[in-house]
């Protein structure tokens, strides 16, 4: 019978094994580029998951609104119609980041390991 070493390193966290500094650092963890804190600074491997997914949301939310940054402006040439349309798809990407993140973070601060739909398997490949 084989075990998934992963499986068996993950030891449960609880809110109150969680110092004031863990707090700050999952906090940390999933506000855009301050992800990068927790990720270099701290050494413990709960808070170290949360700032790889926060960091791994940062990137494909930028590279969304890149894109969609990019198409907007080539189709809103076209049609001030398009400019709207672009305009309240970027306004609604930063309100579901923003409602993403602050998900992760009453998870994280629960003690949970809410792996993000699409996103979360990446995590293990950092």
């Known amino acids: 019978m084989t075990t998934d070493p992963l499986a068996a390193e993950e030891v449960p966290v609880t809110p109150e094994d969680l110092d004031e500094e863990d707090k700050v650092m999952l906090v940390f963890s999933y506000l855009w580029v301050l992800a990068l804190v927790p ?4 050494r413990r491997e709960y808070v170290r998951w949360h700032a790889k997914q926060g960091l791994i949301l940062c990137g494909v939310s930028c590279l969304i609104f890149l894109a969609l ?5 080539i189709l809103a040439t076209l049609s001030k ?6 305009a309240f798809a970027l306004v ?4 579901l980041y923003l409602a993403l993140a602050l998900v992760c973070v009453i998870k994280a601060m629960r003690g949970e390991r809410w792996a993000i739909p699409f996103l979360g398997d990446l995590v293990e490949k950092i």
């Open 81 to 86: 119609v398009f400019a709207w349309l672009f």
């Open 39 to 42: 990720f270099m600074v701290t």
């Open 92 to 95: 609604n990407l930063v309100l």
């Open 69 to 73: 940054i990019f198409v907007g402006a």
